[in-house]
């Protein structure tokens, strides 16, 4: 990849990302916290799921 192509390529990013349209500060909280609530509930249920193997394999 010449040096010519990567500005190119760059200056494209540049054109685009003006074009996004970026979360609000309300938006933004009520996303992170929807994130956060949902790595929380898949940690703590693949945490039991995990547990109740674990209790199975010591009964055998």
């Known amino acids: 990849m010449g040096v010519t192509s990567m ?8 054109r685009e990302m003006k074009k996004v349209s970026w979360p609000k500060g309300k938006e933004l909280t009520s996303y992170t916290i929807t ?13 039991l799921i995990d547990l109740g193997i674990t209790q199975i394999l010591n009964l055998l």
Not at 7 to 14: A, D, I, M, Y
Not at 35 to 47: E, G, Q
């Open 7 to 14: 500005f190119k390529f760059l200056r494209n990013v540049s």
């Open 35 to 47: 994130v956060i609530s949902t790595v929380a509930f898949v940690a703590v249920f693949f945490f």
